[in-house]
Every structure is written in C-alpha cells, then in structure tokens.
C-alpha cells in the first residue's frame, strides 16, 4: 500500500454530524483501494507520482482577501449568483447574498442547510458515482467537510446563473481541498452552472480533488461549464456525473489548461427516453503539463441523442490524453451518438494519446465516432506568409482557429468574452499577435 493511500485512510472527522455516516462510508471504500498505476488501462498514460511525491494531505487555511483580489476571478456582465471560496473555505465577503433568492430555489452550503435540505442531500449524494470504480470520487466522500446545494423546483426557470469559483493561494505546505457540488433540477426546470477553478498569481500548491453530480429531472434543462483554469503547478483529479431523465437536456462546455496532474472523468447516465446531452471541450497543455479527459456516455434506455466534441492543442513537451467512450445498453434501440475528438501538436515534442470508443449492445442505432491528430497546416502558413502575416502571427492564428468554433458556440456570451483574453495570454503575451483572438 503506497504511502499516499495510508495517509489518506485516516478517518477525516466531518464537522457535520448528519456527514459523519457518509463520511465513514467514503473512507470504507478508499481503504479498498490501490493507487493505479500504468497497468490500469484507465490510468496507462497519466502517472501519479506527483501526487503521490508531494505532501498533499492537509488541510489549507482561511485567508481574507479583499474584493479588488476577487474582481480578476469575476466574469464580467454575467450578473450572477457567485459563490466564493478561498483555499476550500466559503467567503461570506466576497460572495452574493443568497438570501433573496427566488422563489422555487434553494441555494445552500451543505454546513448551512435546514433539516429538510440535508434530507435531500443525503437522498442524492453519491446516487450517480460509484466510488468502488472511481477511488477519488470515495477520497471526496470521505473528507467532504461542505459543498453547495443547488435545487430548482418542478417548472422554475432559474435565469440567473451560479458562479461558483474556487480560488486557491500559495501556502507554506501543500494541501488539498474536496470540493463538492450537487444539483437537482425537477421536471420542467432549467438552471444555469459555471464551476471556475481559477488561476491565480502565484503557484498554486495544491490537490483539488472534487466530485460534481447533475441530476436533471424529466423535460429538465442544465447548462453547466466547467473552468478548469488554475495554475500548472496544481494537482486536480475530479469527476462530473450527470443523470438525465425522461426528455431532459444537458448543455456542456467545459475548457481545461495543463497542470502537474490534470484528470477529469465526465460520466452521463441517459435514465430517461429522449434525453439529449450536447458535450463541448477544450483543452490546451504546454511546457511539461499533463492533461487527461475520459468521457463515457450511457445509453441504457432508448430514443435518446448525444453529440461530444472536444478539440486539444498540446505544445511544447507537454502531453494530453483523451479516452471518448459510448456505451449503447441492449434496450436503447433508435439512439443517435455521435463522437469527436480532433488534436494540434504545435510541437514536435508534444504527446497525445487518444481513444474514442463504441460499445454497441443494440442493433437500432446510429452512431459515429472519430479522433485526429494533426500538425498546422503547411498550405495555410504558406498562404498567410504570402500576404503579409508574420510566421509567429500565422501561428497563433491557425492555433486559435482551431478551437475557435467551439468558442463561438459558447451559448453564455460572457464566459465567451471572459476566456478569449485569458487564452490570447496562453498563445503569446504580445498583443500584436493576438489581436485576432481578442
């Protein structure tokens, strides 16, 4: 048993008694657990050895920080409900009062929810992860202290989005902090999610190691974005798991930068006929970064439709590993899934491993799945070159064009307008050769 998992199994100590049961059953299935290594087929081309070198298992402390800090984090004109925490700990300063919230809304922090809430939470947490197969989603469960509540009643339309962002600063050792989220949209309701693990000036020491669950009712709308933007010196291993009930529609678009170890396993349960999820994702590494994204959509009822698209740009030495998996059960006749997965190396050092994967148990279906990896384009440069354009501009141009589509398609105008400038920075610092982007 590696030293990581021993440190790990000690039992935590919830400060929410009504957690303590949960808590316990987390860490039961933790101490089950061996580190993976590269024999695992799940975890063959990202090691966790920066992980299991670092120092990690310790909880970080409270630092009050005043507003102009937090206003880089915002994303302007979003006008949304935001939930701050800083190092794991919920800023009551720097967040919205959730007080007057509409009606047919309940927006909570797990350490604060009524009797009733913590009936719900309980009801709901860990329905959609199985922490036998995925051992951090079990680490979460066993050191979850809080985490935020979202739940929108039968036919509310909950307009306002929820920003919740994670800001984590240096501190004299790493640590680590569990971030958790769930959200339960009844029938006919609709609400709007941005999860934003931002960056921030300095390095970030850290091993976040959160667990999102989506439980999206019949006739049911979630649009939800995931912002994985922290500092590359940041360890984040996490999970979404969505389940969409009968004609219910989830709307995805999440964006990832390299880290030390960056891992995010996206799991969609289709539990009810006509269900659709439309999936969107970037992701960009340099330097020596790692990124990895495994997806696996469940088709186990029929009439159902999935669209994934995920676009990569690996530069420098860095490496990205995506693994697409769809899964058609033997009852989800007359499904429609259809799979993407394009990457650019901009380097001749960079590495990507990629594997799209089709499981088909029904004989009704239409399904598609692919996967590219490419160099910028010879013919393209040439063009550009011949008109003027500066090799390093050509560059910058054909990298973003790349994912530009997909940033286009963002559906909420400000994120959109928010991560343009944030990724003109990742492509060159000099303004002239980005002014395309902005």
Known sequence: MSGFIQQAAKPFGSPLDWLAGFNREGLFSWQSHALPD???????????????????????????????????????????????????????????????????????????????????????????????????????????????????????????PVHIVYSNTQQSEGYSLNPRVLVQLESGSEATVIEHFARGDNEQNTFANSVTELLVGENARLNHYRLLLEHESAIHIGSVNVGLQRNATLNSFTLGVGGKIKRTDMIVHHQGEGAHCEINGVYLTRNSQHIDYHTCIEHAVP???????????????????????????????????????????????????????????????????GATVAQLNDEAMHYLRTRGVSEAEARVMLSFGFINELINDIKLKPVAAYLRPLLAEMFSSEEKLTRHIV
């Open 303 to 369: 009439h159902c439709t999935s669209n994934e698209v995920f676009r990569g740009i690996i530069a420098d030495s860095s490496r990205a590993v995506f693994n697409g998996r769809i899964h058609i059960h033997p009852h989800a006749q007359k499904t429609f899934a259809q799979l993407s997965n394009k990457n650019l190396l901009t380097s001749n050092k960079a590495e990507v491993d990629t594997k799209p994967e089709l499981e088909i148990y029904a004989d009704d279906v239409q399904c598609a799945h």
């Open 38 to 160: 590269r024999k695992i087929e799940n975890w063959k081309y990202t090691n966790l050895r920066a992980l299991e070198q670092g120092d990690y298992l310790r909880f970080g402390q409270p630092l009050d920080i005043d507003g102009s800090q937090i206003d880089s984090l915002s994303i302007p004109d979003l006008h949304a409900y935001e939930l701050v925490f800083i190092n794991g700990y919920y800023s009551e300063a720097l967040s919205s009062d959730i007080s007057l919230l509409p009606k047919g809304v309940e927006l909570v922090r797990f350490s604060t929810a009524s009797k009733d809430q913590q009936l719900a939470i309980q009801r709901s947490l860990d329905s959609l992860t199985d922490t036998q197969k995925h051992m951090f989603a079990a680490l979460n469960a066993a050191q979850l202290g809080d985490g935020v509540f979202l739940h929108v009643s039968k036919n509310v339309h909950f307009e306002k």
